[in-house]
Structures are given as C-alpha cells and as structure tokens.
C-alpha cells in the first residue's frame, strides 16, 4: 500500500512557469465519494488512464491505490461520474529536490491555480519559493473531491482565493 503525503498551496504568481519540465491534460472524474475515501478516474492526455482509490481522514496522508486501466475504461466510468468533471493542465516544476506540481484549472474551475508537493515523510522539509502563496493543505474545498462534488466556482475563483494569473 502507497502513502500519499503532500502539502497544498495557492499560487501567487506565473513565476514557475519558465521553470516547468512537463505538461499534462487531466480530465478526472469521482465515481464514488465518501468523508474518507473515494474513487476517481483519470484520463492523461487522452492517451492513459488510471483508477485510484484514496482512503484516510488526513489532508496531509492518505492511503492511495492507483491501477493503469485502458482509456475506454475511464472514459465508460467518467459517464458514470458524481458531480463535476475536473479538467486542468498539471506542470512539474522542480525545486529543492522535490518536484512541484502546478494545477491550472481549465473548464469549470477555469481561473484557479494550486501547487502540490509529495513529500517522502510527514517530517520532511520543504522550503516553498517565493511564487507559492498561502498554504491550504487541510482546506477541503481545494480538495478535487470536494470541487468534483460541490459548485464552489463562486468561492474560489471570483472570491477572495483567486489568484490572477
């Protein structure tokens, strides 16, 4: 069983951008959601998918499982989705040894722009750069269970946790 550990930020500026190694298209949708677990299916470029399974109460760890299934597969039981369908571009920026990755929402959360960061421990250190803003790991509606499940388009994006890029 994997451990995911990881701590989420907003971003405040376009700063990372020049030092971005990747780009990925995500298209995830959540098939089934529950306080502590759920199940999602992701769709990388058209050309791989993946079903995942998270368990735990934390925002910092989690159990995760994560299986690569045929596209069509995902596609099947993206119809099948709770809520809204999460599409964004995922950037893998390096830093430090770790690699950040930037989430540019595109679709329905089009404007909201969050960083994450897997960490080997819950003790390991991390030093954010400057382009990292606020720290929201634990705030669940930056989860992409909650944004799949809940309309909070208003909040986050027109309200005051908009960061314009």
Do not use: C
């Not at 809520?83 to 830093?95: A, C, D």
């Not at 954010?128 to 909650?146: F, K, Q």
Request: proline share 4%.
């Amino acid at each position: 069983m994997a451990k995911e550990i990881e701590r989420k930020f907003l971003v405040r500026s376009q700063d990372w951008r020049d030092k971005a190694i990747s780009e990925a298209s995500l298209i995830q949708a959540y098939i089934a959601v529950d306080e502590n677990r759920n199940v999602r299916v992701r769709v990388k470029d058209g050309t791989k998918a993946f079903l995942t399974i998270k368990i735990g109460h934390s925002a910092l760890v989690r159990d995760e499982f994560e299986y690569e299934i045929p596209v069509s597969d995902a596609e099947e039981l993206g119809r099948a989705a709770i809520g809204i369908i999460i599409e964004k571009k995922r950037y893998r920026v390096p830093h430090d040894g770790k690699i950040i990755e930037v989430d540019v929402y595109e679709g329905f959360y089009s404007g909201l722009v969050v960083a994450e960061v897997e960490l080997s421990s819950e003790d390991d250190a991390f030093n954010p750069p400057p382009w990292l803003g606020e720290e929201v790991t634990g705030d669940r509606r930056y989860s992409n269970m909650i944004l799949a499940t809940q309309d909070l388009a208003p909040e986050l994006i027109n309200g005051v946790f908009h960061q314009a890029l």
